[in-house]
Nanobody, 124 residues
Framework: QVQLVESGGGLVQAGGSLRLSCAASGRTFTNYVMGWFRQAPGKEREFVAAISRTGGTTYYADSVKGRFAISRDNAKITVSLQMNSLKPEDTAVYYC?????????????????WGQGIQVTVSS
């Protein structure tokens, strides 16, 4: 069992930046691929970014590539999402998730543990 708690969301103007953090507790953090997903009102939950167990490999959705950066600190048991050049279409509830698979996956149903989500709102 892994418990995940997101922080750092809020309201920002278009073009601005936010940094989301996810604190993990429970079983060994390095046993998990970590991902960020988001869900806008009336839409399906979608993949944003993921990072391998060691942090050596990252993968991004095309919609955020070049603007968002995922990182993890295995000593501090946290994963972060730096979001730059934010757009109104980035508005959503953002979720941190953990996957026991060895390799990065992008489908929400494949992830085993989820945080409660945090709101990010980008105004135009």
């Amino acid at each position: 069992q892994v418990q995940l708690v997101e922080s750092g969301g809020g309201l920002v103007q278009a073009g601005g930046s936010l940094r989301l953090s996810c604190a993990a507790s429970g079983r060994t953090f390095t046993n998990y691929v970590m991902g960020w997903f988001r869900q806008a009102p009336g839409k399906e939950r979608e993949f944003v970014a993921a990072i391998s167990r060691t942090g050596g490999t990252t993968y991004y959705a095309d919609s955020v590539k070049g603007r968002f950066a995922i990182s993890r600190d295995n000593a501090k048991i946290t994963v972060s999402l730096q979001m730059n050049s934010l757009k109104p279409e980035d508005t959503a509830v953002y979720y941190c998730a953990a996957d026991t698979n060895l390799f990065i996956r992008t489908t929400p149903a494949q992830y085993d543990y989820w945080g409660q989500g945090i709101q990010v709102t980008v105004s135009s």
